[in-house]
């Protein structure tokens, strides 16, 4: 058995455990929750909707081992010109090689969390002075009018404001080494089949919806005696620049 098999299976079993797949999301070491938060960003785009404070977060469904089919479009044309004009256009799905991608669990949940509203509106338009404008020579005049838009300021962060849910799926993939441009090329295969097969809301009333699907890895964890440099802190930063979210786990 490889190292990244009895990886993978060793996670399988302990997120059998629900309290197990809690703590992944809500870290005991991660009291602001930041890892929550940055799945939650990584869908929802924080356009108008500042997340200031994360409740809880339910797991609602839990799969190990989902398959996802990739696709792609080949598009055709055909044409005649004899003895009439006449032209045809088609587009066919067939599957992608590799056929299938994988991935190691697979959760829906329901994040609760206060936000605040950064939304600015317009308040009010001015007109200023009408101006007579230079006509250089021209037998006519033309006047110029400035106009001021006011916006309000976004209303204050309100602690005492009730939470809203945000529905939120993670798709977790393991990684038994620190192969990190083969887990950012799997995490991006991975990704690109769940947002064909699930097409996302194009907007929700916070700002955009980026992605179908957040997406968190998991890793072996770094000891204090691997002699590599590379820090979990250093992996999370790399991960970050493509949206996705790291996470470490001390193998068994």
């Known amino acids: ?24 999301l ?40 989902t398959s996802v089919q990739e696709w792609t479009a080949v598009h055709a044309s055909w044409d005649k010109s004899v003895p009439t004009t006449e032209q045809a256009r088609a587009t066919v799905h067939v599957p992608a090689t590799p056929a299938y991608q994988w991935i190691d669990m697979s959760l829906e949940t329901l994040v609760v969390a206060k936000a605040a509203d950064t939304a600015r509106v317009l308040a009010s338009v001015d007109a200023g002075e009408w101006t007579a404008a230079d006509g250089h020579g021209v037998q006519r005049e033309r ?12 209303s204050h962060f309100d602690p005492s404001a009730p939470a809203r849910g945000f529905p939120l799926r993670v798709s977790v993939l393991f990684f038994g080494g620190l192969d990190l441009a083969d887990a950012m090329r799997r995490l991006s295969r991975a990704r690109r089949a769940v947002d064909a097969a699930s097409p996302q809301p194009e907007a929700y009333d916070g ?13 072996p964890a770094i000891t204090p005696d691997n002699t590599s440099t590379t820090t979990e802190h250093m992996v999370g930063d790399l ?14």
């Open 1 to 24: 058995m490889s190292v990244t098999t009895r990886f993978t299976d060793d996670l399988m079993l302990r997120y059998l455990l629900p309290e197990n797949v809690t703590e992944l």
């Open 26 to 65: 809500l870290p005991a070491g991660d009291p602001e929750h930041k890892r929550v938060r940055a799945l939650l960003t990584s869908v929802y785009e924080p356009k108008l909707l500042d997340v200031r404070k994360v409740e809880s977060v339910k797991v609602v469904h839990r799969e190990f081992q």
């Open 143 to 154: 006047f110029d009018r400035a106009y001021s838009l006011n916006y309000t300021e976004p």
């Open 207 to 219: 700002g955009a919806i980026l992605a179908s699907s957040a997406w968190l890895a998991v890793f």
């Open 239 to 252: 991960l970050a620049t493509q949206g996705f979210v790291a996470a470490f786990e001390a193998a068994t």
